[in-house]
């Protein structure tokens, strides 16, 4: 557990110094999200999910504990909003990027810590994470920032029409449900291409850190800290054990809850007038905290 945590973090160290020293060119970082996202993602998550066999993943305990911390967290948020934004002035576009931080995940992070602890079965594990959790969160956050930030969004069903992740999730169970192989040279490509995901995306995350934005840590920092790194994953890890999971199925539903919030986060907060500056430093203090909360999670939970 404690090696493949320094793992990821040296990954990620070494996307902030390359970011600083060797590559200082935001554009080269914007082109690799782009690569990453458009493509390296996909291609894991088709191939990944094209062979898997989910006839032995718990599918539906997995689903129903994600949703079940997934939901209980928005819900929470929601009964919230109005006293903090009373008694602390933390006014709607604040709200919104707690709102983020607190419910969306890094998938990168998450495949990746999945594939280090579990090989192939975490990375399948993790694969059916995403394919519960990203329409939810998609579907969330817009709602959330339409309704409470100073912006106006596109269209929500293009938007989800269109995702490369949701895509991915789609023509993988596809093929895995109707049974189609693709030829071999094209499963071949398939993972040649998604081998790239997982390193490409924690270099990603580090590149991205902005510790000058920690500055001045206030309540909402606090928040997106709290609920995201600790109370999410407490929830859906207890729900996880009730409903009968165990080992590395408990450890992935751990993980997505608990791994920091997506880098996207910070993209949507500016196109739909949420509070940018607020949510790069809420990304960035839960990267760094997660590799303290992260451990001590799986001990709580005896992983």
């Known amino acids: 557990m404690i090696g493949a945590l320094v793992a990821l973090f040296l990954v990620i160290v070494a996307g902030h110094l390359a970011r600083r020293i060797l590559l200082p060119d935001p554009g080269v970082w914007n082109a690799g999200e782009k690569i990453s996202y458009y493509l390296l993602v996909p291609a894991l998550l088709i191939e990944t999910l094209a062979k898997a066999k989910l006839s032995s993943v718990p599918v539906g305990a997995i689903a129903t504990a994600l949703l079940a911390a997934n ?5 929470l948020l929601l009964l919230i909003r109005k006293p903090i934004e009373t008694r602390f002035q933390i ?5 919104t990027s707690i709102f983020q931080g607190s419910t969306r995940w890094n998938a990168f992070v ?7 602890l579990y090989g192939e079965a975490g990375v399948t594990l993790a694969s059916v994470a995403m394919a519960v959790l990203i ?23 293009r938007g989800l029409a269109t995702n490369p992740f949701i895509i991915g999730i789609t023509v993988g169970l596809l093929l895995n449900f109707t049974g189609l192989a693709p030829p071999q040279p094209v499963m071949s490509a398939l ?27 206030n309540l909402a920092l606090m928040l ?12 859906g890890g207890v729900a996880a054990l009730a409903l009968g999971l165990s080992g590395p199925a408990v450890a992935v539903v751990v993980i997505c809850l608990a791994v920091p ?16 500056p607020l949510m790069a430093a809420i990304l960035t203090a839960q990267t760094l905290v997660s590799f303290l909360t992260l451990p001590a999670l799986f001990v709580i939970f005896g992983l």
């Open 71 to 75: 939901l209980s967290m928005a819900t």
């Open 91 to 95: 006014h709607g576009p604040a709200f």
């Open 110 to 116: 998450a495949l990746a810590m999945a594939g280090n």
């Open 135 to 157: 329409p939810v969160l998609n579907v969330q956050s817009v709602w959330v920032l339409r309704r409470y930030g100073s912006g106006q969004g596109g269209s929500l069903l």
């Open 191 to 217: 993972n040649m291409v998604g081998s790239g995901a997982l390193g490409l995306g924690l270099l990603l995350v580090g590149a991205g850190l902005r510790l000058e934005d920690l500055g001045r840590p």
């Open 224 to 235: 997106g800290l709290g609920l995201r790194l600790i109370v999410q994953p407490a929830i």
């Open 261 to 276: 919030t997506a880098s996207a986060c910070y993209v949507l907060a500016r196109q739909m007038g949420g509070d940018a």
